[in-house]
C-alpha cells in the first residue's frame, strides 16, 4: 500500500498585493478618520455605510478612465441550479456605491444629499512599491447640487481637512481646473484645420477615439512637459529608453490650442483665467467652463481662502476623462526624498471633481453631483514624512501575577483600573518567571506594572512600578541619580488607581496626530 502523500503546510503569508496592519498603524489610521468626519460633520455631511459588495451591473464601468470591462476588480459569480447567478465584485470605490444608493433611495433623501462615506475598497491591480489591492479612502459628495457652489465648497472643506489632521497652510494647495474648458479646446482643435487631412474624424466613434488619443496625451504633461506632449500630438518621440511613441499625428495649428491650455497658467488668477479664455476660442461650452472657474474663485476667496490654499490651475489634468465640469487635487507641496535618495515633492494626496452623468445609468435623468475622495494611506504617510505622527499609543497597565492562586485579586485590581478609564490587564501567560512578566509589559509598551506579592498582601499595599521612567534611568542615570529618582513606589492598596492614574497621565502620548495651524 503505498505511503498516503503529507499535505504542505500553508505559508503564512497574505496574499500579493494586501498587508496585515497592527495596532499603532491601526491608532493612527482611526484617529485622522475621527478627525476627517468631524470636519465633514461640521460642514453638514451625513454619514453613510454602504456595502462592500455590489453588482457587478450596478458597478458599471470599472475604474475611472479604463475601459476595461470584467477587469479592476475582484469579481465572482453566484451560484445557483441553472448557473446563470448574479455577478458580484467587491467595491473598487466610494462613488459608484453612492450612485446606486442614491437611485435606489432617492424619493427619501432631501436633495440635495450630502454625505460622506469611509472604508476600504479593493481593486484587481498589479501591485508594487506603496501600492496595495486594498485601501482605504474618505469620501464626501453632494448629489442634487448644479451650482459650482457645491464645488467650490468641497475645496474649502477640504483645505479645512489637511490642516485638521496636521497639514500646516505653506505645505498644501488644492488646485483646481474644469473639463468643460477642456472640452472649449477639443471644439477649437476641430475648428483649427476643419478643411485639411488632419481635421477629427466625422464618425461619432472616430471622434471619441480621436478625443481619447488627446486627452490620454494631455495627461502625460507632468511627466513629459509642453515639449513633449507637442511631440506626442504630432507625430511621436523618442522615450528614454529610446523606443519610438507614435503620436496622434495633429497638424502644429490644431497643436497649439492644447499648448495654450497646458501652459495658461499665469502669475495671478486673473491672468490665468483671461488665457484660458484665449485657449478656448469661440467654444461656448469652454468659455462657460472658464465662467466656472471665475465663480469657484470668487466663491472660496470670499470664505477667507486665497490662492495658496485653493488655486486655479489647468495643469490639473488627471481624471478629466471622467469628470463633466471642475475637477480638483489636493496636492502637499513640502519636499521628501526617494528611495534613492533623490528630492521631489510629495504629491497628490485627493482628487474629486464634478461627475453629473453616473446616477443617470439608473434612473435615465441627469443627477447633479460633485465630491471628492481623501487617499488615507497616502495621507498617513505624508504626516510621517512631516513628523506629525509623534508617538506610538500607549500599552496597557499590567497586573502581575505572582501568585496564580490570587487570579481573583489580580482581576479586581484590572477592574478598578478600567472602571477609572485606565487601559490594563491581567498578566495571563505563565507568571513563574517574572522577568518574563516585565519583557512582556514593555513589548506591549506599557506604561506601569503594578506588583502585589504575598508580603504586599499582608501589608495591604501594592508596588506601582513606573515601566518608561525605569528605562530612562536605566539608560543615562548613574547609581546616585537612580537612588534620588525612583521608579518603584509603595502605596496603599486603596490608593492604587490614584498612583496608576498619575503616572499613566505623566507619560501620555500627544495625540496621535498632531492638529494643524489654526484656520
Not at 41 to 46: A, I, K, L, P, Q
Not at 377 to 382: E, K, M, Q, S, V
Request: contains cysteine.
Amino acid at each position: 500500500m503505498s505511503k498516503q502523500k503529507k499535505q504542505p503546510r500553508p505559508k503564512a503569508l497574505p496574499p500579493k498585493g494586501f498587508r496585515d496592519y497592527f495596532g499603532a498603524e491601526v491608532a493612527e489610521r482611526g484617529e485622522m478618520l475621527r478627525k476627517i468626519a468631524g470636519v465633514y460633520h461640521r460642514y453638514g455631511f451625513d454619514a453613510l455605510e454602504s456595502s462592500g459588495v455590489e453588482t457587478v451591473e450596478a458597478l458599471g464601468k470599472f475604474l475611472p478612465d479604463v475601459d476595461r470591462p470584467n477587469e479592476g476588480v475582484f469579481a465572482w459569480q453566484e451560484a445557483d441550479e441553472d448557473g446563470k447567478g448574479d455577478w458580484l465584485a467587491l467595491r473598487y470605490d466610494l462613488t459608484a456605491p453612492l450612485a446606486r444608493v442614491y437611485a435606489q433611495h432617492r424619493n427619501d433623501l432631501p436633495t440635495p444629499y450630502r454625505r460622506y462615506a469611509m472604508g476600504p475598497v479593493w481593486r484587481n491591480e498589479k501591485p508594487g512599491p506603496g501600492r496595495f489591492r486594498q485601501f482605504y479612502q474618505c469620501d464626501a459628495d453632494t448629489v442634487g447640487a448644479p451650482s459650482v457652489a457645491a464645488d467650490a465648497e468641497i475645496c474649502m472643506m477640504l483645505a479645512d481637512t489637511l490642516e485638521a489632521v496636521g497639514i500646516p497652510r505653506g505645505d498644501y494647495v488644492i488646485r483646481v481646473n474644469n473639463r468643460k474648458v477642456l472640452n472649449g479646446v477639443l471644439e477649437a482643435v476641430a475648428a483649427a484645420e476643419a478643411q485639411t487631412a488632419d481635421a477629427p474624424p466625422a464618425s461619432y466613434e472616430d471622434r471619441g477615439a480621436w478625443e481619447a488619443n488627446i486627452l490620454r496625451t494631455i495627461d502625460k504633461f507632468d511627466k513629459v512637459g509642453a515639449a513633449g506632449v507637442r511631440e506626442l500630438l504630432g507625430k511621436g518621440r523618442l522615450d528614454a529608453s529610446g523606443a519610438y511613441i507614435d503620436g496622434v499625428g495633429l497638424s502644429e495649428g490644431q497643436i497649439e490650442p492644447v499648448l495654450a491650455f497646458l501652459t495658461s497658467k499665469g502669475a495671478t488668477t486673473a491672468e490665468t483665467l483671461a488665457n484660458l479664455t484665449a485657449s478656448v476660442g469661440s467654444s461656448e461650452i469652454g468659455l462657460e467652463g472658464v465662467q466656472e472657474l471665475e465663480q469657484i474663485a470668487a466663491l472660496v476667496a470670499a470664505g477667507g481662502y486665497d490662492a495658496a490654499r485653493i488655486d486655479i490651475d489647468p495643469s490639473v489634468v488627471r481624471g478629466l476623462g471622467y469628470y463633466t465640469g471642475p475637477v480638483f487635487e489636493a496636492e502637499l507641496t513640502f519636499e521628501i526624498f526617494d528611495e534613492k535618495g533623490r528630492k521631489r515633492q510629495f504629491g497628490s494626496v485627493a482628487g474629486g471633481g464634478r461627475y453629473d452623468d453616473l446616477v443617470k445609468r439608473f434612473t435615465g435623468q441627469s443627477v447633479p453631483a460633485t465630491g471628492v475622495s481623501i487617499g488615507v494611506d497616502r495621507l498617513l504617510a505624508a504626516l510621517r514624512e512631516k513628523g506629525r505622527i509623534t508617538s506610538q499609543e500607549q500599552g496597557p497597565v499590567i497586573v502581575t501575577v505572582m501568585d496564580k492562586a490570587r487570579m481573583a485579586d489580580y482581576q479586581a485590581m484590572a477592574s478598578e483600573l478600567r472602571a477609572a478609564g485606565i487601559r490594563a490587564e491581567v498578566y495571563l501567560g505563565n507568571p513563574k518567571n517574572f522577568g518574563n512578566q516585565l519583557k512582556y509589559a514593555d513589548k506591549r509598551l506599557s506604561p506601569v506594572a503594578v506588583i502585589e506579592g504575598g508580603d504586599e498582601k499582608e501589608k495591604g499595599v501594592v508596588q506601582i512600578k513606573d515601566l518608561i521612567l525605569g528605562a530612562q534611568i536605566a539608560q543615562t542615570a548613574t547609581l546616585e541619580e537612580w537612588k534620588d529618582r525612583p521608579s518603584q513606589f509603595e502605596v496603599p492598596r486603596a490608593q492604587m488607581v490614584d498612583k496608576v492614574a498619575e503616572i499613566v497621565a505623566l507619560h501620555a502620548p500627544a495625540a496621535a496626530i498632531e492638529q494643524g495651524e489654526e484656520a
